[in-house]
């Protein structure tokens, strides 16, 4: 049984900066990458960043220069920092991990989502 849990989502005012959490806990032998998504009502759930395990990035062009993902592999975790947020940003955000949890046994495995709203 493996879980993500996420945390740090609220509400802030354009240009203000909020930092996202992502814990993953249970059966894991290992984690590949790491990614955060976002979905905005009435759109799909689209790709904000990712790292892999060896701490390649890359990142969705909207938020290049403005936003930071990083990971504690020790922890099982993975951060998102969002400075200068603007309103596009809200959205729902989600974690996703590939993750070994036994054996040669992969999957991803996604948290239940924090909300980030930012206010003109």
């Known amino acids: 049984q493996v879980q993500l849990v996420e945390s740090g989502g609220g509400l802030v005012q354009a240009g203000g900066s909020l930092r996202l959490t992502c814990v993953a806990s249970?059966?894991?032998?290992?984690?590949?990458?790491m990614s955060w998504y976002r979905q905005a009502p009435g759109k799909e759930r689209d790709l904000v960043a990712a790292?892999?395990?060896?701490?390649?990035?890359n990142y969705a062009d909207s938020v290049k220069g403005r936003f930071t993902i990083s990971r504690d592999n020790a922890k099982n975790t993975v951060y998102l920092q969002m400075n200068s947020l603007i309103p596009e940003d809200t959205a729902v955000y989600y974690c996703r991990a590939h993750i070994r949890y036994s054996g040669t046994s992969y999957n991803y495995y996604w948290g239940q989502g924090t909300q980030v709203t930012v206010s003109s």
């Open positions: 249970g059966s894991i032998f290992s984690i590949n990458t």
């Open positions: 790292i892999t395990s060896g701490a390649y990035t």
